[in-house]
């Protein structure tokens, strides 16, 4: 058989405070860049845009709690309901 280790909730968390890991909203992605303060966002401030793989992505919210980004997530949603969370990380 195969034995499979699983961290516990409470390690990972650990491990990514450690590694500097946190969560972010993310509401669109572009292939061009889109002004910031544009009517697109809905009048959402603190919008950040992020160049990745090509593409300019636009989230709002940061935190290292996985619940409180959710939170975050719901309410988004109401202006932006294909938002989804994007997990950011040393190694990305």
Do not use: C, W
């Not at 292939?31 to 809905?42: H, M």
């Not at 401030?45 to 992020?50: C, F, L, N, Q």
Request: no cysteine; charged share 35%; net charge positive.
């Amino acid at each position: 058989g195969k034995t499979v280790y699983m961290d516990s909730e409470k390690s990972q968390k650990k491990k990514d405070k450690e590694n500097h890991v946190y969560y972010k909203v993310q509401i669109m992605s572009s292939a061009s860049q889109i002004p910031l303060d544009d009517t697109v966002f809905k009048g959402h401030r603190k919008i950040e845009e992020i160049y990745f793989n090509g593409k300019y992505k636009y989230t709002i919210g940061e935190t290292q709690n996985y619940k409180d980004i959710i939170r975050q997530l719901k309410k988004i949603r109401d202006d932006f309901p294909d938002a989804f969370v994007i997990k950011i990380s040393p190694e990305n």
